[in-house]
Structures are given as C-alpha cells and as structure tokens.
C-alpha cells in the first residue's frame, strides 16, 4: 500500500495529521503510532498538560534513543573493523 498525493490520515495524540513521503503507508502509520505512544508515556508520567511540551520532550526522548542506537552501531561497526583486520593479520603470517 503506497501513499496517495494527498498523503494518509494518522492519528497522533487525539488529532488527525495527514502526513505526505515516499513511504508505503504501513510503514507512516508505524511511524506515527510510535509518536503517538511516546507522546502517551509522556503525558501519563508528567504533570504538564501542554501539548507543545509533550511533543517536545517526545522528540527528545525518541531522538535520544535514535542517538544512542547511532552510537552503538558505530561501537559495533568499530569492533567488526578491528576483527576483520586482526583476521587479515592473522592470515597473513
């Protein structure tokens, strides 16, 4: 399922977006549940009614962890490199 010129309707903490891209339309309603859930957590652990700063704090929540993802793939990423070159030492002798 794609999404149409005029984009598909989601529902992020009780307000109706219609959200344009290039991906399928599952996946933009994956997107938006994820919003819509950290959007959630956040209002039932705070105190601020706010929805600008329920919205703000989940960007920050979830861009921490999209950080922090980033970072452990590059650790990852690191540790295969020095393994593929302790092997191709290793091979070479």
């Known amino acids: 399922m794609t999404v149409s010129k005029n984009g598909i309707k989601v529902e992020i903490f009780g307000t109706e977006y219609r959200i344009k891209g290039d991906a399928n339309a599952d996946y933009i309603k994956q997107v938006a549940g994820l919003v819509d859930e950290r959007m959630r957590q956040i ?40 393994r593929l070159k302790q092997a191709e030492e290793n091979g070479q002798e």
Do not use: F
């Open 43 to 82: 209002a039932d652990a705070s105190v601020t009614g706010s929805v600008a700063k329920i919205a703000i704090l989940a960007a920050v929540n979830i861009a921490d962890e999209l950080l922090k993802e980033r970072l452990a793939r590059e650790s990852a990423m690191d540790k295969l490199s020095e």
